[in-house]
């Protein structure tokens, strides 16, 4: 079977009306798609996309286990998932998949309001796909409360007045959606105290099989990758859980690493930097200060 090469890129949200086989959108930046009138052969298997423009999915059921992070769950009350412009996505072989119903809006439509400048702070645009929120029921039902107000909305005439309607509405989706994540990082602290106990024992194998001598400090794209988590949730979940982002926790880690070599062995500052991935024995001393307040040397003494 021969798959689709290329990337499908899409530049308007016309355009990809258009080729889900459904009415011109009434406003040329913004649109909602119900996927269950949208005919399955529309969905081509193993065809990437790239969207000019952001995505809401909307999904009002999942069946089955859904991937999230290191682990599967059952969760039957719907969900989010969000994409940010130019992101590369692969569809999934089950048409079924489609169910529910996506927002589309240009960067354009929200260019001019305050929005369009805080937009990045929202980090679950950067999130994977499989690191969708799941909602309770009580918040499924905000949200589709948050969905009907757009779609009529968008059923309206336009009027001078409705693109303002629409990105407060837009900025009120996004506000809740920070929330239930929010709600769930805290809800899912079990699993995610595993991930951050898998985190630890990678950074201890990496310290161990000496990787810091090949590779130099081990990178947030590293670890990220390793646990198969996207750089924004994981620094999002660690920030939750332990206040810090995940540089700051790989940075805490190196400095645990190196005072476990100034006490208990007699290599020199600059061998120890070395070792832990260090170009140059001054940058993990300026670092070894700022995070202990004393030298490396002030804290080998200590213990002698």
């Given amino acids: 079977m021969q798959h689709p090469p290329e990337i499908h890129h899409i530049k308007s949200i016309s355009q990809l009306v258009k080729l889900l086989g459904l009415a011109a959108p009434l406003h040329p930046l913004i649109a909602l798609v119900d996927y269950t009138k949208v005919p399955a052969e529309m969905f081509p298997k193993w065809q990437k996309v790239s969207l000019d423009f952001y995505k809401i999915s909307f999904k009002t059921a999942f069946t089955g286990q859904i991937r999230y992070g290191q682990g599967y769950y059952d969760f039957e009350e719907g969900g989010l998932a969000f994409l940010k412009p130019w992101q ?7 048409a079924g998949s489609y169910e529910g119903i996506a927002l589309y809006f240009h960067p354009d439509f929200i260019r001019n309001y305050p929005l369009g400048k805080t937009i990045h702070q929202y980090g679950f645009f950067s999130y994977d796909v499989s690191e969708a929120l799941f909602l309770s029921a009580r918040e499924k039902e905000v949200i589709a409360g948050l969905f009907a107000v757009i779609a009529a909305e968008l059923d309206n005439n336009i009027d001078p007045f409705s693109q303002d309607v629409l990105v407060s509405q837009l900025e009120l989706l ?121 030298s490396p040397l002030e804290f080998r003494k200590s213990f002698r």
């Fill in 174 to 294: 996004l506000n809740y959606s920070n929330r239930f994540y929010n709600r769930q990082f805290i809800t899912r602290k079990a699993v995610n105290h595993d991930i951050v106990t898998v985190l630890d024992q990678l950074l201890e194998r990496y310290f161990e099989e000496e990787n810091s001598l090949k590779s130099g400090l081990p990178t947030v794209k590293y670890i990220s990758t390793e646990l198969k988590l996207s750089q924004r949730y994981l620094s999002d979940m660690l920030s939750s859980l332990t206040g810090l982002s995940t540089q700051q926790y790989i940075q805490n880690a190196v400095i645990e690493k190196a005072k476990e070599k100034l006490s208990a062995t007699s290599l020199s500052v600059s061998e120890i930097a070395y070792g832990l991935g260090f170009e140059h024995s001054q940058s993990f001393s300026k670092l070894f200060k700022a995070r202990t307040r004393v």
């Fill in 88 to 94: 590369i996505v692969l569809p999934p072989e089950d």
